[in-house]
């Protein structure tokens, strides 16, 4: 049975605690400066993508905000972690940053599993 249990809000939540990692770790770990931009820029996409429905519609009235749509969201989020994924592994074979190879890997691997258990619609889980 696949369950998806975790809401979209809870989901951008997550993201918007944890995306700043991505932006820290690099400097304290002593990445390469490529890989630490990248690692960066990974982060302020992901932040980018939690907020871009995070404000309720509400605060909102009478201004035309275009949100993200729902399977749009999703899409990014499924990319994202296989590019920060990827990226680690270009830092362990290409940049020979074991440690930064370990850190982009895992949380590009923690950041896909907590994807697909999002639910991404406002139905039941599916």
Known sequence: ????????????????????????????????????????????????VALSDAAPAELFAGIDRNRLPVAAHADFDRALGAVIIGLGIAAGIAGGQPLASIFLVGFGAAHMAHTAITRYSARGAS
């Not at 997550?14 to 490529?34: E, K």
């Open 1 to 48: 049975m696949n369950k998806r249990t975790v809401t979209l809000e809870t989901h951008n939540a997550i993201v918007m605690a944890t995306a700043p990692l991505l932006m820290v770790v690099p400097f304290l770990l002593s990445f390469s400066p490529g890989i630490g931009l990248a690692s960066f820029f990974s982060g302020c996409v992901l932040i980018g």
